[in-house]
């Protein structure tokens, strides 16, 4: 059995390039950026990294198994990069940009499932729960793909599509972005049929310098739309006119108040939401209303394909937090770690959930940098502490550098502030007590998941 994605003289000719064949292969079976990752069959894309050149490990993605290497012309010589295929026995596809030939390659790949229903999502905080719950929800009644963990990125979405086959109906991927014309990219790669953005937020405002700029950013999802396809609006997101402006295909603005079927939603508090749908009760796990809105989006989306009112009530009920998201751990406390990531708006929802928990224990936030918000870092730490003196925690622990603004906004609360994560850890092991409530929020850089496992099973003496 032929387990070849493509051969090499096909993907060649597809991307124009130069192919130098030193062994009997004719095709890859995965593709990968990383040597680490290498299986036998793999076909190797020598990336130049900011910190390291692809190239230089060419050698190795070979010992490990692979079959061909992509390479640019400009580094042939450098890297001795014919020897190396020569004495090895293996092959090489020649390519101005490697990355620019990674993200062809993906395109005329995934060309070739014509009867593939393409999912794209993006948005400023969400996209990849939104893209869980969705392929939660359409698995249920179509054979579905999707991109692992957040593979989101000018490589990461390549690298995704060729996980696709020939017995995939649909196919859900969610697009990232942080730099300018990053959404367009890999949007040209996907050409969704179903576009869906979820917010337009402050996310990576540093590398934009507004909000503005953000929304024509993700915008950018819908470029590749035809007169046939579909792209979601937000209903309540303060940009939805400016985001349905000017869009080739189908605009529909999604919300609560868009589905006929949804008939109520109830808060369980750390236990998540109760649905009614269609007469229903549906137990969703994913707990606040922010978690809510990405449920809405995904049925949005769902209903589109479309499947049954079974399939979303059986998907949602199967959908489990993701590592650092709203993520409910308990032991002497409970933990609420969501520091995946952070950013003014996600920052604000978790407060605002934490805040409506009902508990009979102390609430303590610890809460760190808000990361790449530029010269809006200083104002959003600001207008972060005003929101955090406001709340109903009973103790507050900020740590990293960016949050020292928000310190003198704190009055009337228990409050520490740190740029050391061990003394920010001994402080809260003398501080706890059993029965706390602790939420753990910021951004990926400060991994505040190094507290949790200390913090859960501590004596809870303080």
């Not at 493509?6 to 593709?31: D, K, Q």
């Amino acid at each position: 059995m032929n387990t070849n994605l493509m051969s090499f003289g096909e993907l060649s000719a597809l991307l124009g390039c130069r192919l130098l064949t030193f062994s009997s292969e004719n095709g890859f079976s995965s593709v990968v950026i990383d040597s680490r990752a290498v299986k036998e069959g793999s076909l190797f894309f020598a990336l130049n990294g900011e910190k390291c050149d692809g190239h230089s490990f060419v050698d190795n993605a070979f010992d490990a198994g692979a079959c061909c290497a992509v390479v640019e012309e400009a580094k042939l010589e450098k890297f001795d990069l014919v020897n190396i295929a020569k004495k090895r026995n293996k092959n090489l596809i020649v390519t101005e940009n490697t990355l620019k030939s990674l993200q062809d390659s993906a395109r005329v790949y995934l060309e070739k499932f014509k009867n593939l229903v393409k999912i794209g999502i993006t948005g400023s905080s969400g996209k990849t729960t939104t893209k869980e719950i969705t392929a939660a929800i359409i698995s249920c009644e179509k054979n579905t793909v999707m991109n692992k963990g957040n593979l989101n990125s000018d490589t990461g979405l390549p690298l995704s599509v060729f996980e696709v086959r020939d017995c995939h109906e649909v196919g859900v991927f969610e697009l990232g972005m942080n730099r300018k014309d990053e959404i367009a990219e890999i949007a040209n790669i996907l050409k969704p049929n179903i576009a869906l953005i979820t917010n337009i937020g402050s996310a990576h405002i540093e590398y934009f310098g507004s909000k503005e700029k953000i929304l024509n950013e993700k915008k950018s999802i819908f470029k590749y739309l035809t007169n046939d396809n579909i792209a979601l609006v937000p209903s309540d997101d303060q940009y939805a006119s400016e985001l349905a402006l000017n869009v080739t295909g189908n605009v529909k603005y999604y919300g609560a108040e868009s589905f006929q079927e949804l008939e109520g939603t109830r808060s369980l508090g750390l236990e998540g939401t109760e649905i009614i749908w269609a007469g229903e009760k549906i137990h969703f796990a994913l707990p606040g209303k922010h978690c809510l809105e990405d449920a809405l989006a995904a049925i949005a989306i769902a209903k589109e394909i479309p499947v049954s009112g079974s399939a979303i009530k059986k998907g949602l009920e199967s959908v489990k937090p993701l590592f650092g998201r709203l993520e409910i751990l308990k032991g002497n406390v409970t933990v609420i770690q969501d520091c995946y990531n952070a950013n003014p708006e996600s920052t604000a929802k978790s407060v605002e959930f934490c805040d409506s928990v009902e508990w009979t224990g102390r609430k303590v936030y610890v809460i760190a940098d808000m990361l790449e918000l530029g010269e809006m870092s200083r104002a959003a730490h600001c207008q972060l502490g005003s929101l955090l003196s406001e709340s109903c925690a009973d103790g507050i622990f900020l740590f990293g550098c960016e949050i020292e603004a928000a310190v003198p906004f704190l009055c009337g609360k228990t409050v520490f502030y740190t740029k050391k994560i061990e003394e920010l850890s001994a402080v809260l092991e003398g501080f706890l007590q059993k029965g706390d409530l602790v939420l753990l929020k910021g951004s990926r850089g400060c991994a505040l998941e190094r507290l949790t496992e200390k913090i859960l099973t501590g004596d809870g003496n303080g």
